[in-house]
């Protein structure tokens, strides 16, 4: 693979960018793989990544039935943060945006990782509370936020109305190096690598059945045939229900349509990413200029890919009070994603009821920012075939045994 | 855009008058059930990209609950019908099978 770099640009200025490589190469499937991982999101072509990179398992491939970064990854609205509020996952969410500090220049791809500052608006005394309890693992946690006051709030946001009357800021929690990164450039960074290192990322290929023997998995079916390996991954967040089907067991996920929409381009006006989690409602300013608005999950089960309408207007209801300058402008792209959702809104990283078949998922309406991080642990699950002390409490019998990550209660949404 | 007929008041309700209820026919466990169904029942509800049967409440008309079966990877309703009943009736059971005749069947 030839580097990118300020070097490069300026020799293919001068002969008119014909030398450009193929980021990564479109092989046929191989009969059989070390680790096979059925998803190409962010997630999945992390997980194979890190499998290179921190075990030195490169007979992989990752298989996607449709393009790579299609799924949500390349849906989401991008934010990254790691104030949550349990232990467990404010380890693996800090994990993952430390690791996207310095992404770019390990995978030598820019992912535009901007840590701009993330502000969570408080609007009712229940959040001020909440906020201020988070602030104070975060604390315990080692992980930087503080609580602002409406006047700081103000100051980080000068365009915000304080005093809506429905929706009153009475404050925020804040994290400085939250932020967002370009969602294609960090599943088009992963995939670079990743073939770099020798792995097959597979497009336009979708698993049709998982086989076994005795109880451990021996390969899979596809639309290109039967491909074989001696451990598999399942990272295909909405469709995860579906995969565990194939392979035999059942998953406490539901899916369900989440929206996001973008208006039209115009002058810089928010410099931060705002979250006002009562009212579903998150935005933020793309480099192009347009706002980057995302809303709440549909209420009912859902495999579309497209959201209800009257979401969409709440969302931009509520946010034309907090935000009344916004309230000409025209939303120019509306689209939904499935989001793959858990009872303590906390992911599964785990082995299965099948032997050598491993999920990572759960990730719900939050996974974003979780990728580096997600990938970092599961590939120690998938190359070991034990949990690391990441991915330990993330296992999918917690919810038999009442261990909950309980995040739902402590946000009130993901993101 | 959603629209369930309610089978309680005759209304052809849109979805900003319902509210959903998840799945339907649930059968509930609760003190001395085995872990496994109690898991089952509060978690790991059935989530098929296909035919599904759920509760919907008609929350902004008639105020009651009633029961629908809807395919969820392209928003096909196949009918609605009243909550008092643990199984779906056959008539639209045999409507489902007709237009989905790779569909499993009913648990
Ligand atoms: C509108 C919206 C806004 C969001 N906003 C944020 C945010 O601001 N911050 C944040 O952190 N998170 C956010 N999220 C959540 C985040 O997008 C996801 O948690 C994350 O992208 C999941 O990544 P993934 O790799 O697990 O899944 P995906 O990117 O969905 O990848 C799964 C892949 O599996 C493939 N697949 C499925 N079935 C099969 C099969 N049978 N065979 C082969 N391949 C298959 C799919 O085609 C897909 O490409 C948002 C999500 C949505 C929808
Ligand atoms: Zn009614």
């Given at each position: 693979?030839?580097?990118?770099?300020?070097?490069?640009?300026?020799?293919?200025?001068?002969?008119?960018?014909?030398?450009?490589?193929?980021?990564w190469r479109s092989p046929e499937p191989k009969k059989q793989y070390d680790v096979i991982i059925v998803g190409a999101g962010g997630h999945g072509l992390a997980t194979a990544y890190y499998l290179g990179k921190n075990f030195g398992i490169t007979n992989v491939a990752v298989i996607e039935k449709g393009w790579l970064g299609g799924g949500n990854t390349g849906r989401n609205t991008t934010i990254i943060r790691s104030n949550y509020l349990q232990d467990p996952s404010s380890a693996i969410f800090e994990k993952a945006r430390a690791l996207y500090e310095t992404l770019s220049q390990d995978l030598n791809y820019n992912i535009m990782f901007s840590p701009r500052g993330l502000l969570m608006l408080a609007?009712?005394?229940?959040?001020?509370?909440?906020?201020?309890?988070?602030?104070?693992?975060?604390?315990?946690?080692?992980?930087?936020?503080?609580?602002?006051?409406?006047?700081?709030?103000?100051?980080?946001?000068?365009?915000?109305?304080?005093?809506?009357p429905r929706y009153p800021v009475l404050g925020g929690q804040y994290q400085a190096r939250g932020g967002t990164a370009r969602h294609d450039a960090v599943a088009w960074g992963y995939a670079r690598a990743c073939s770099d290192m020798g792995m097959d990322i597979i497009q336009n290929c979708e698993v049709t059945a998982v086989r076994s023997a005795n109880g451990v998995v021996t390969g899979v079916e596809t639309t290109r045939g039967e491909i074989g390996c001696k451990k598999l991954g399942i990272v295909v967040a909405g469709h995860s229900g579906v995969l565990a089907e194939m392979a035999?067991?059942?998953?406490?996920?539901?899916?369900?349509?989440?929206?996001?929409l973008v208006s039209e381009p115009i002058k810089p006006c928010i410099d931060i990413v705002v979250m006002a989690n009562t009212v579903h409602g998150y935005i933020s300013q793309s480099d192009k200029g347009e706002l980057v608005i995302g809303g709440g999950t549909d209420g009912f089960n859902n495999y579309t890919q497209r959201g209800s309408f009257h979401h969409i207007e709440e969302t931009l209801r509520a946010l034309v009070e907090t935000f009344p300058v916004?309230?000409?402008?025209?939303?120019l792209r509306q689209w939904g994603g499935i989001v793959d959702m858990t009872?303590?809104?906390?992911?599964?990283?785990?082995?299965?009821?099948?032997?050598?078949?491993?999920?990572n998922c759960g990730w719900g309406t939050g996974g974003f920012k979780a990728i580096p991080g997600s990938g970092w642990a599961m590939a120690e699950l998938v190359a070991k075939g034990e949990p690391g002390p990441l991915a330990a409490e993330f296992d999918m019998w917690r919810f038999k045994e009442g261990r909950f990550i309980d995040e739902s209660v402590a946000a009130g949404v993901a993101h | 855009?959603?629209?369930?007929?309610?089978?309680?008041?005759?209304?052809?309700?849109?979805?900003?008058?319902?509210?959903?209820g998840g799945e339907a026919h649930l059968k509930r466990f609760g003190p001395g059930s085995t872990d496994e169904d109690f898991e089952t029942y509060m978690f790991a509800r059935q989530?098929?990209?296909g035919v599904h049967f759920e509760r919907w409440r008609h929350a902004y008309g008639c105020g009651k609950w009633f029961l629908a079966a809807r395919c969820?990877?392209?928003?096909?309703?196949?009918?609605?019908?009243?909550?008092?009943?643990?199984?779906?009736?056959?008539?639209?059971?045999a409507k489902i099978k007709a237009r989905r005749p790779d569909w499993k069947g009913w648990k």
């Open positions: 693979m030839r580097r990118y770099s300020v070097f490069a640009i300026a020799r293919e200025a001068l002969r008119f960018h014909s030398g450009w490589e193929k980021a609007q009712t005394h229940h959040e001020v509370r909440g906020y201020k309890r988070t602030v104070h693992a975060n604390q315990l946690q080692g992980v930087a936020t503080e609580w602002v006051t409406p006047e700081q709030v103000k100051k980080l946001v000068p365009m915000i109305n304080l005093h809506g035999g067991f059942r998953l406490p996920i539901e899916s369900i349509a989440l929206q996001a916004i309230s000409r402008l025209k939303m009872g303590d809104r906390s992911p599964l990283i785990s082995k299965t009821p099948l032997g050598n078949c491993f999920i | 855009m959603l629209i369930l007929e309610c089978p309680c008041c005759g209304v052809k309700a849109e979805e900003t008058e319902l509210s959903p989530n098929p990209k969820t990877a392209t928003l096909e309703v196949f009918g609605t019908y009243p909550a008092q009943t643990t199984e779906p009736p056959a008539e639209l059971i």
